[in-house]
């Protein structure tokens, strides 16, 4: 177990190193990097050769200084009134005595000369990070400005953070309560408010990160790249700060400042982008709010605004591998608008999708068949035979035939659904439908016409740029000629699937490692075939 290293009191910090940081000639108000010079040898907080500056600060009462139970985790960018506001806050909020709250701050408590003229990551710095809970040490982030969290641009700051997580830290997500206010009344207020939150979640890049001059950021990354790898650290860190939001979205001040329309909009809002970013969890708790803020209101909508957020749970645990839960919710949303809407209507035909979605994923294709079929009804009656939505039907409906190995009734839903696709210009969707018009083929052993349709969909997919779902179009036209015994343009194309995946995902990514595997089982495929 590490031991505790002394930190300095929250009120001396609020109090007496701002006085002393005036009689210097300097405010709170200027960035931890701005109070001095490191490359100077001797500074108000700095003192080269020396300890560390509460060590051998005589004017700091002991009953200041103590066994730290809080380590600060900080940009040198961030302001030292950001600091101070963001730890008087914690207090405040977990009803801590600023007197007794000792935090270890590295430009307080650490000798950062030496670190400046060897940027080594020495063993002290190194055991910093190996905390653990039984040492009583929480760690709190400060997390400003908002919008762009300049923690969370630090090479260091980032790495410690999923540290102190894989050392069962507990981890504060802390901001000054201005930029907290800040970030509440712009999510709830603006229309586009979440989405900037989320920006600034997606930025989260550790390769791209800065660090400080006193640390070697080849020797991080290296450390990183070993392991665990750059997406897991960029990964959790993601996460992290959208399960902290979520957060701060359900407490009390969020409620304070905004109406239960205005939550309930913003719950439905980012939950439905939680959703889509594959953040389930979130996803599912936002939605579950929303819900029970709809359950309490009373207006001619209610009912239809019940149904809507219980198809979103029902859509979540669906994702969540819950699927009896699932059909529960789903099934209630059903019934609630066939009876406000009537039979032929986009939501129930909706519904009766979902509910085909999650009976395939059971396995149970006599029902989600039934389900499709009705559902195909309701579009033809409402938009024709040549709509959009129409051919989605038929694509679900093909998506049963082919789970049930009947490829030749598959193939003739999926041509229905491309026809109508390839009218309406629908590029994704056409892609789409020869893809599944491939799969079907190769199950057929028709592997020559298989290969023309999957690059049909691949030409799609590279006019649209590089993207991800291209790296796919490369993998599915590789595993054709995997499966027409051509391993040497499989090769080929899986090594187009493999640049690709790196380019856009990165190379640890679990799509990059995929189709990495795969290209050694092509090989030994080849090899096999060559040793006949």
Known sequence: MVSQENGISVHWLSVDFIKEVEGYGKDASLAIEELEDLTKPNGFIRQKGDGPYIDRNSAIEKKHIGPSNLALVTSWKNTLRDIVDTLVGHCKDHDLDPEQTFVWVDFLCNNLHAAAEDKTLDDNMLQRMARNKESGVEIVVVISPWNKPLCLTQVWNMFELYKANENDCKIHFAMPPEEKTNMLRTAVFNEEGFGKILDAVRAINLEKAETSDIIDKDQILKIIDEDPGFYEVNEWLKDWVKDKVVDELFSQQCQEIASADDIDRLCNGLGNIMHSEKNFQQAYSLFQKSLEIREKIERDSRDLMIASAWTNIGLVLEDMEDPEESLLYLKKALLLRERKLGRNSIPTSDSHTYIGNVQMLQGDFPSAHDSYKIALAIEETLHGTSHKRTADCYHNIGKVFEATDK??????????????????????????????????????????????????????????????????????????????????????????AIETYELILGKDHPHTKVAKESKKEIHDLQDQELTV
């Open 407 to 496: 490829a030749e009734d598959a193939i003739t839903y999926f041509q229905q659904a491309l026809a109508i696709r390839e009218e309406h210009d629908c590029l994704i969707d056409t892609a789409i439908s020869y893809t599944s018009i491939a799969q079907s083929l190769s199950k057929r052993s028709e592997h020559r016409e298989a290969l023309k349709h999957y690059r049909k969909a691949m030409e799609i997919h590279n006019s649209m740029g590089v993207r991800e779902e291209l790296a796919l179009a490369y993998n599915n036209i590789a595993m054709g000629y995997c499966d027409a015994h051509a391993y040497a343009e499989a090769l080929e194309y899986l090594e187009r």
